[in-house]
């Protein structure tokens, strides 16, 4: 990763972190209803991990904290976020909201509200990749407490049996919504619980891209050359709550302090900075032109786009050119 590559991924982290933050202040607002999950904390987890690997190419899918993962996949930030404020222009006509944007168009599959729903979607489109013949790979990416799901066992056995070209990411929190893994979770390292199918797996620090971004360069070239699955299980931290719902009471001020000391935007500014790559004034430009974009151009794209239509309220919800529909049959 060269210096060029290290100040553009800063950017986009903290482009990332910034478009989150006003996410929550819209909410705060009203602006923003249902369900919300955030991403602070996470970034070098999928902007590492999409670094190594063809972003609007492979296929990727995820769970519902799923605004970064499509940001970086190619999906425009005006769209996404006027999704969220339930508008037209959204990604899924605003009629999705937060956990389900999608943009088949850069290969984002979507974010998913079932928990463990991604698992098995992945092994699908790995075994459609398969047998195209393509170079394509998937990648799911899944959070720590979803792997207690029967279909993460069922996924990972298929995928296995099939040499299915499916890179799976756990991104370990180390919650559960509230709940601490080591409290619902019995193998509580998470990438030794693949070795029962016989899937190679590493664990990682999640909170560095820079090394994120080499043990994915491995687990995609892995994936990539037709030897099967791999497991990936990246040790990182969310600095919200689960939703907007959570007040974070169930976490120590200790670990969040001791968490927060290993923040991944600030970990690689500061890296750069003693490195004489950039300066803090650079860094605070970069900062105040990221916010400028994102009030001027996202949010106000947002806030001006129309409303769905009442008479369509049923549109999208099946497929129009579906036989079934048509016939009436159900």
């Not at 933050?21 to 919300?36: D, H, N, P, Q, S």
């Amino acid at each position: 990763m060269n210096v060029a590559d290290k100040k553009r991924l800063l950017r986009e982290m903290l482009f990332a972190r910034r478009f989150e933050e006003r996410c929550y202040e819209a909410y705060v607002e009203r602006k923003i209803g249902g369900f919300l999950h955030l991403y602070p904390g996470q970034e070098a987890c999928a902007f590492g991990v999409m670094e190594a690997a063809r972003p609007g190419r492979d296929y990727v899918i995820t769970g519902y904290r799923d605004h970064v993962h499509a940001i970086r996949c190619g999906a425009d930030p005006k769209a996404i976020m006027a999704e969220l404020y339930g508008k037209e222009t959204g990604s899924s006509r605003g009629r999705g909201g937060s956990m389900h944007i999608f943009d088949v168009e850069h290969h984002f599959m979507g974010g998913y509200a079932l928990v463990g729903g991604p698992f098995p979607l992945a092994a699908g489109m790995a075994k459609a990749i398969k047998m195209k013949g393509d170079d394509d790979i998937a990648i799911c990416f899944l959070g720590d407490a979803a792997n207690n799901q029967g279909t993460f066992h069922e996924s990972l056995n298929m995928a296995a049996l099939w040499e299915l070209p499916v890179l799976y990411v756990c991104e370990n929190n180390l919650y559960g919504i509230g709940t601490r893994i080591d409290r619902s979770t019995a193998v509580v390292e998470q990438y030794k619980r693949v070795s029962a199918y016989g899937i190679p797996s590493d664990q990682i620090d999640g909170q560095d891209i820079e090394v994120v971004f080499k043990a994915a360069q491995k687990a995609v070239k892995h994936v990539r050359s037709g030897k099967g699955p791999y497991f990936l299980e990246l040790l990182t931290y969310r600095y919200r709550g689960h939703s907007m719902s959570d007040s974070n009471a169930y976490r120590s001020k200790d670990e969040e302090k001791m968490w927060s000391k290993r923040d991944p935007i600030i970990m690689l500014r500061d890296r750069l900075i003693e490195a004489g790559e950039i300066t803090k004034d650079d860094y605070k430009a970069m900062d105040t032109e990221i916010l400028d974009q994102i009030e001027d151009d996202i949010i106000a794209y947002a806030e001006s786009s129309p409303e769905p239509k009442v008479e369509e309220l049923e549109k999208y919800v099946l497929a129009e050119n579906d036989p079934w529909v048509r016939g009436g049959k159900n």
